[in-house]
């Protein structure tokens, strides 16, 4: 005779474990995801706050290798 109960059991084991494991591999692609959205918001930002110290540099005299606005020297014109 099978013994159907124990069959049962074991699948029910089975598939409670399964479901247990497709949660957490959801769960960890979410924060991968969540991660990677996050740096992208803060490289939006930074790029965002660069490109208006840009803009709003007087007489364009941004130093590329500083990555700041450069003020012309005391009495010197351009």
Not at 54 to 60: G, K, R, S, V
Request: glycine letters at 8%; hydrophobic letters at 40%.
């Amino acid at each position: 005779m099978i013994p159907w109960p124990k069959i049962l059991g074991g699948a029910l084991v089975l598939a409670a474990i399964t479901w247990v494991v497709l949660e957490i591999r959801e769960d960890g692609a979410r924060s991968v995801t969540n991660a990677f959205e996050r740096q992208n918001n803060a490289a939006a930002h930074s790029a965002g706050d660069a490109r208006a110290d840009y803009d709003t540099c007087p007489d364009e005299l941004w130093d590329f290798g500083a990555g700041e606005c450069r003020r012309p020297a005391a009495g010197r014109r351009n």
